[in-house]
């Protein structure tokens, strides 16, 4: 039976997302990564945190079956209720469908649109979570 564990070692995580996402190093990045059988298979990593929104990153290794509840309430509990953010951001190549899709499967809605600003000369897109929209954790 395979074993999923949660973790919280920054340092690998980043290792680990940057290989599916171009994101670059900042002080004070948190992360958490999901193992599953010692294997990572996901991180989410955090910046940016300025007391109202955190800036989140979440990176996958393609067809794995990752996306657990456990993970997922962790991975927006760290934000909403151990930073006290009212509401988490991330931007997404606007060419990127599928992250764009997985963006908003989970609940993000799309806030605004940086034309031009894409690594491919198209757009990116903004998306948000307000805490009292998430799904994850109690808003309350």
Same mark, same amino acid.
């Given at each position: 039976?395979?074993?999923?564990?949660?973790?919280?070692?920054?340092?690998?995580?980043?290792?680990?997302?940057?290989?599916?996402?171009?994101?670059? !190093?900042?002080?004070?990045?948190?992360?958490?990564?999901? &193992?599953?059988? #010692?294997?990572?298979?996901?991180? %989410? @990593?955090?910046?940016?945190?300025?007391?109202?929104?955190?800036?989140?990153?979440?990176?996958?290794?393609?067809?794995?079956?990752?996306?657990?509840?456990?993970?997922?309430?962790?991975?927006?509990?760290?934000?909403?209720?151990?930073?006290?953010?009212?509401?988490?951001?991330?931007?997404?190549? !606007?060419?990127?469908?599928?992250?764009?899709?997985?963006? &908003?499967?989970? #609940?993000?809605?799309?806030?605004? %649109? @940086?034309?031009?600003?894409?690594?491919?000369?198209?757009?990116?897109?903004?998306?948000?979570?307000?805490?009292?929209?998430?799904?994850?954790?109690?808003?309350?």
């Amino acid at each position: 039976m395979s074993e999923w564990t949660i973790i919280s070692n920054p340092a690998r995580v980043f290792g680990f997302v940057q290989q599916h996402v171009p994101i670059y !190093a900042t002080g004070g990045m948190q992360g958490l990564g999901l &193992e599953k059988d #010692g294997e990572l298979v996901a991180g %989410v @990593l955090y910046e940016g945190f300025n007391g109202v929104n955190a800036w989140m990153h979440v990176g996958a290794t393609p067809g794995k079956r990752w996306m657990t509840k456990t993970f997922l309430r962790a991975a927006f509990v760290y934000p909403f209720v151990q930073l006290g953010c009212k509401r988490v951001s991330g931007y997404v190549e !606007a060419s990127n469908m599928v992250a764009r899709e997985f963006d &908003e499967h989970l #609940g993000f809605k799309q806030e605004a %649109v @940086l034309q031009g600003a894409a690594s491919d000369g198209g757009d990116v897109i903004l998306y948000v979570m307000r805490k009292e929209d998430c799904p994850y954790v109690d808003s309350k």
